[in-house]
């Protein structure tokens, strides 16, 4: 198991997804954490692109999740973000996944974020 990772923070993404109607109806911004588990050294090597997993590459697989069919929970569009690049990145070991609310809509809360974080890897092993 490699300890090398690719990763994307702080991807910001206005969509639909929420249990009350009005998050699928208005919308609101949704914040995106992506670690990628992989071996690194091939590329480092290499410098070689094809040797890596391309952070532009993943973002768009990410936002075409995020900005996709609205979902009522953001625990889905987790799995589907962790499945998609699964999937498209055959060296990708693992994949840890956050989506956060910076606007989560709960009476009398004062809060910068409500989100979820999931782990999952090739194997279907958890952490």
């Not at 410098?47 to 609205?70: F, M, N």
């Not at 989506?99 to 809509?105: D, G, T």
Request: glycine share 8%.
């Amino acid at each position: 198991m490699t300890r090398d990772e690719v990763f994307l923070e702080g991807l910001r993404f206005y969509a639909f997804h929420g249990v009350n109607p009005e998050e699928q109806a208005l919308g609101q911004r949704f914040v995106v954490d992506v670690r990628i588990e992989t071996d690194l050294r091939p590329a480092g090597q290499s410098d070689d692109l094809e040797r890596t997993i391309s952070y532009s590459a993943a973002y768009k697989r990410i936002r075409a999740v995020v900005e996709g069919a609205p979902r009522r929970l953001i625990e889905t569009v987790a799995e589907e973000i962790a499945a998609t690049l699964l999937a498209d990145f055959p060296s990708a070991e693992a994949v840890t996944v956050a989506v956060r609310k910076p606007e989560a809509p709960m009476k009398g809360s004062i809060l910068d974020a409500a989100g979820i974080q999931i782990y999952r890897s090739r194997g279907g092993d958890r952490r």
